[in-house]
């Protein structure tokens, strides 16, 4: 492919500090890294106590099992998102009740939301897709109005924020009772695989201290407030490696001007369809949203024939979800409830992601827009 989808973005600072894990024989989970990592993300966003997961999957997992969900309960899940979002819970023996996207965007409709709540509710999981912020105003009061949890799985959202009614700026991953963050060689910081789970209210983290620690009080351990850790509470192995986080940690040091040519891309690709008349759809983002360039995408009744016209000249186009209420998956489980959502299969089929990676040059740009 002359332009790929997507390409990997390094910094040159990362064999630097995988090379000083090496130095230091300390590679496994809980190092120096992963310290100032953590450090890192508490600081600039305000969010709660952070743990570093090998993915953002294994985040949305540990969320489940802190949030005790269990056969009977029923937790809201968008239908347009990467399976991840609902396997989690699905895992649990949970009850799964799909809500459909916003007519103009991908993201959960709160009105659908507010819907589909029942006695049996236990918890909403929102999706920021592609790193446009949810309706959090209204997604956060339903969530008091029942009393339910919130999980923001906001894999793709680094570095996104939602703009308050005065003007103020409040960062995703920092809205709910947990938030999910992924470092896949996909999103726009990358460790190749890793993830973070964000938790903001206080009554879960001594709890995911233990479940973290695969189940036993070794951080009180570490902390040398006990003489020997034991197996105390349910658990696995979510931690990263040092190598992992020293290479998450040189990509975040330059986390300003990656974040910069993205935008700077993504701004390219958004004034060239505004200009222009064409048949494709642009997304609309929300007022309320403050994204992080994260995908360039647009609709189209004809995606097919679009996407094979630039693969023709070795660009790569692609599509991404497809609605989960469409999925060999759903067919199978009784367990999981859904109507019809016909926005997140409008999304399903006409949605074209177009080439966007942190390096992208303008040229390329400019060569994907002459042959879209
Ligand atoms: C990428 C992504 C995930 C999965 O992230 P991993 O780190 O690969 O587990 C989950 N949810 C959404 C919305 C994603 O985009």
New binding site residues.
Partial sequence: MKIPFNQVYLTGDEEKFIAQTMANKKIGAGGEFTKRTVDFFEKRYQFGKCFLTT??????EMAALLLDVRAGDEIIVPAY??V??ANAFALKGAQLVFADSQENHPNIDANRIAQLITEKTKAIVV?H?AGDACEMKKITALCRKHNLALIE?A??AINSFYKHEDGSLQALGSFGDFA?F???E??NITCG???MLVINNPTYIERAEVVYQKGTNRTQFLKNEIDKYEWVDLGSSYAISELNAAFLWAQLLHLDEIQAMRKEAWSRYFRFFKSCNLNQKLPSIPNYSVGNAHIFFLLSNNRATCLEKLAEKEIQATFHFSSLNQSPYFETNSLIRSKKNDNADQFSQQLIRLPLYNAIQNEQIDSVLENF
């Fill in positions: 993915s953002c999957t294994s985040a949305l998102t990467f991840s979002t999706v897709y799985d894999a793709q999910t992924s470092f896949h996909s999103k695989e890793g993830g």
